[in-house]
């Protein structure tokens, strides 16, 4: 039983910036990997950034350089700084946590509810 909260959706103009969070709550016994999605209308949903169970930081060639992931291990939240934004980017923001619970121990995959992301003049 893990809950993912989102927030930090919005409007944005192009090249502005918007930082989205993701916090996991529930009985959690391990976090193994974190990370973002997003779909935009009419597209398959498209991985975006993410910490792999190793650490390692993994982006879609899209978002090199304006995106940046990060997370803060004791509050269970990862993090989404996006600068330069285009209008490209405008898709619904999608958090994913691969954890396991205190009941069984067994890792699963979680979403959030999604943030809508719009960016436009």
């Known amino acids: 039983q893990v809950q993912l909260v989102e927030s930090g959706g919005g409007l944005v103009q192009p090249g502005g910036s918007l930082t989205l969070s993701c916090a996991a709550s529930?009985?959690?016994?391990?976090?193994?990997?974190m990370g973002w999605y997003r779909q935009a209308a009419g597209k398959q949903r498209e991985l975006v950034a993410a910490?792999?169970?190793?650490?390692?930081?993994n982006y879609a060639d899209s978002v090199k350089g304006r995106f940046t992931i990060s997370r803060d291990n004791a509050k269970n939240t990862v993090y989404l700084q996006m600068n330069s934004l285009k209008p490209e980017d405008t898709a619904v923001y999608y958090c994913?946590?691969?954890?396991?619970?205190?009941?069984?121990?067994?890792?699963?995959?979680?979403w959030g509810q999604g943030t809508q992301v719009t960016v436009s003049s």
């Open positions: 994913n946590v691969e954890a396991s619970t205190k009941g069984d121990y067994v890792r699963r995959n979680y």
């Open positions: 529930g009985s959690i016994f391990g976090i193994y990997a």
């Open positions: 910490f792999t169970s190793g650490g390692t930081a």
